[in-house]
């Protein structure tokens, strides 16, 4: 391994040039500078990390843990998170539970005797995170919770999230302002937080219009696209007559629009169908997918930015931001049809 010390002896300077020469905060003469540097990368010499990290007491390395990779939200999430730490020369280290919280439990554990910076955190339903976090926080871990944030936040962590009720209420008073009445819903797992605050939207927006609510129009997803598909299964095996469906996310409306077609019925001249995330996959189903469309670029990048400022200044900052959310209109929704003139299910 080449050290500092055959760098100096090599360029006839002293270690100690050769050492804010290559940190950047050598203000002496344009030439040796030049002449170090060239030697260094002739030597192939690389910083040991080890070492600078605990003179610095810093990896510049973030962790992200994820529910789900495999869900088209979180790369596009991710995406956000790895551009900021980019442009801040960190690194980011991937952690996805699969929707397990004994596994994102070991995640944290691991990432406490890991040496990581900070973690960006989108958290399964459950509390066995809540004894680790705090630890975590002893040992100077910053932390960011997005998207999936918890009900109570009595270690006041910054969060950055959008207003999942607002959305839902958005979605399916679109629906209503269209006509339809029978509009079902597909939610995604109820034991997670953002799942039940959709479905409040939902509600709210029945009651807020002074519509009956029926509650077997309602059918418990994953957020998986098989879901979407089992949904409509159930809903039409149960006798249940809706012209919309408002499905908690895209993966479950592109199921149903799926399930839908294998019954003989179209979309939207049958059945209107409204999903959620905007993901891009939307854009290029047939019919494409009307849908919530979340900032989820701008909400990894915001998670980050927001870290790496408590990185920096060495405090736990304890925002809570919240992104908007637009309704992006494509092929799949249209008025309510004439009464009578339904196809039979």
């Not at 391994?1 to 002896?9: F, H, L, S, T, Y």
């Not at 799942?195 to 997803?221: M, S």
């Not at 047939?286 to 919530?292: N, Y």
Request: glycine share 6%.
């Amino acid at each position: 391994m080449i050290r500092i010390v055959d760098i100096a002896e090599k360029a006839n300077v002293s270690p100690g040039t050769v050492s804010k020469i290559l940190k950047g905060t050598y203000i002496g003469s344009q030439e040796t500078k030049e002449r170090v540097l060239k030697i260094a990368k002739d030597l192939g010499y690389t910083p040991n990390i080890i070492a600078s990290s605990l003179k610095s007491r810093r990896t510049r390395i973030i962790a992200l843990i994820v529910p789900e990779i495999s869900v088209p939200f979180f790369p596009e999430l991710s995406r956000g998170v790895e551009d900021v730490a980019r442009e801040n020369d960190y690194n980011v280290i991937l952690c996805s539970s699969n929707n397990d919280p004994v596994q994102e439990a070991k995640y944290l554990e691991s990432l406490e005797r890991r040496w990581v910076d900070g973690i960006i955190f989108s958290r399964v339903t459950g509390d066995t995170f809540k004894e680790k976090i705090p630890r975590l926080l002893a040992n100077k871990v910053k932390m960011v919770f997005v998207d999936r944030v918890p009900a109570e936040n009595r270690l006041s962590i910054a969060r950055v999230e959008i207003d999942n009720k607002k959305a839902a209420y958005s979605a399916t008073e679109f629906l209503i302002k269209l006509g339809h009445r029978d509009i079902a819903c597909i939610t995604g797992p109820l034991n997670t937080r953002i799942a039940q605050q959709r479905l409040e939207g939902y509600k709210r927006a029945f009651i807020e219009n002074n519509i009956p609510l029926k509650e077997d129009f309602i059918v418990e997803g994953t957020f998986k696209l098989d879901s979407g598909f089992k949904g409509v299964n159930v809903l039409l095996e149960k006798g249940v007559h809706f012209t919309a469906i408002f499905a908690c996310n895209d993966l479950m409306a592109v199921g149903a629009i799926k399930a839908l077609r294998k019954r003989n019925l179209d979309v939207p001249n049958d059945v209107s169908v409204i999903g959620f995330d905007g993901i891009p996959l939307c854009e290029y189903i047939e019919p494409a997918l009307t849908t919530v469309v979340q900032p989820i670029y701008e909400m990894g990048k915001t998670a980050a930015e927001l870290l790496l400022e408590s990185i920096r200044e060495g405090i736990e900052l304890k925002g809570h931001i919240v992104l908007d959310t637009r309704i992006e209109v494509r092929e799949s929704t249209r008025e309510v049809r004439v009464e009578g003139k339904y196809k039979k299910f």
